[in-house]
């Protein structure tokens, strides 16, 4: 991958007084956007992204249902996953072979160095069929062909991303292989959503309070981190700890990180949103090609965020409905309380 402008940064830049509907904007999204917006306007798109027809769905889990049918119609074919610990193939597409004018700039954090002394590095690039306005991914260590499968840089990266960031609609998110993942190289997404997730302030019960995990009682339920930063290694440690278990287990699973609530048993009503949320969800594998015309159940379906790819189910989908499709892909209780059980162990 070729060389590009480098964002630097210190745990100085993490930004740690949010709120909600809060318009300010740090040094990390000026340059988000303002090259995200470049692109755009250069036509370095698949199709041009306007602002998206929103509604929001009756019912308690307020779910945001978003109309974006060229995505559908014009994203690169989806390569074919056959397991969540696929190895990498350089035949296939991987972000190495993207066109240079899709690179946005290159994260780096002032001193992160390996132990043989090389930078740590992380590429930020357009998503060239974009679900939001600013969807980016980050791809760490580009250049080592890391499969779909998280590593602890992946996860600093996409957490220390969300910090840097003064927008509380910034979020970060993460397909296993299994999962509904279209691309078999290391890479999380990252997208404005300017719209409130219940998922921000749901209620969680403690499992091992001292790794920062939980249990979100919402549903569809999974694994809650929480962390304020600025020392991240207690966290990332953790969440790589859970989906290496997963990924040893051929357990598919998605990752959403946004800013939010500290855990308690009750909602939190608090607009404050100085701590970031890392949700993990085990869930059903689903193998093969992606069948793109299908409502896909990935890290947005999850957090609440729901892109569709036609008119007629955006304008028809219920809270039911959308909670009936979510419950086919997650991972059966018992399953899940087995999982939880062996976590608790490690």
């Known amino acids: 991958m070729v060389d590009c402008t480098v964002f630097t940064y210190t745990n100085e830049d993490f930004i740690s007084d949010v709120c909600c509907g809060q318009q300010t904007r740090s040094r990390f999204d000026m ?107 980050l791809v760490p260590e580009p250049d080592r062909c890391h499969p779909q499968v998280l590593t602890p840089l992946a996860v600093q990266m996409g957490i220390e991303s969300v910090l840097l ?3 509380p609609g910034f979020r970060v998110g993460f397909n296993s292989l299994g999962g509904f993942a279209s691309v078999n190289h290391l890479h999380l997404h990252g997208y404005y959503l300017n719209h409130q997730l219940r998922i921000e ?28 930063g600025p020392n991240l290694d207690l966290t990332v440690n953790a ?44 869930r059903l594998s689903c193998f093969g090609a992606k069948e793109e015309s299908a409502f896909n ?3 947005c379906e999850l957090a609440g965020h729901l892109p569709f790819k036609n008119r007629e189910d955006y304008e028809t989908v219920t809270e039911d409905g959308v909670q009936e499709i979510i419950r086919k892909y997650l991972l059966p209780q018992e399953e899940f309380r087995e999982l939880q059980k062996h976590v608790m162990k490690c």
């Open 165 to 167: 960031s003064a927008d």
């Open 297 to 299: 159940v990935a890290l």
């Open 201 to 228: 302030t749901s209620p969680a019960d403690p499992i091992l309070p001292k790794k920062n995990l939980y249990h979100l009682l919402d549903f569809p339920g999974g694994f809650l981190f929480y962390t304020q």
């Open 239 to 282: 969440v790589c700890s859970l989906t290496d278990i997963m990924v040893d287990r051929n357990i598919a699973h998605n990752l959403f990180i946004t800013r939010g609530c500290p855990p308690r048993r009750e909602r939190d009503p608090s607009v404050s949103r100085n701590g970031v949320r890392v949700i993990v969800w085990p």
């Open 31 to 137: 340059a988000l956007r303002c090259g995200w917006t470049e692109k755009r306007n250069a036509g370095l798109f698949r199709y041009h992204l306007d602002e998206l027809e929103t509604r929001i769905l009756p019912g308690p889990c307020a779910y945001i249902a978003q109309l974006n049918i060229m995505r559908g119609v014009e994203r690169r074919k989806p390569q074919e996953i056959l397991s969540v610990r696929q190895n990498f193939d350089p035949q296939q597409f991987n972000f190495n072979k993207i066109k240079p004018k899709e690179l946005l700039f290159e994260l780096q954090k002032d001193a992160r160095r390996h132990q043989n002394g090389s930078k740590r590095t992380c590429k930020v690039i357009i998503n060239v069929s974009p679900l939001e306005f600013g969807h980016c991914l």
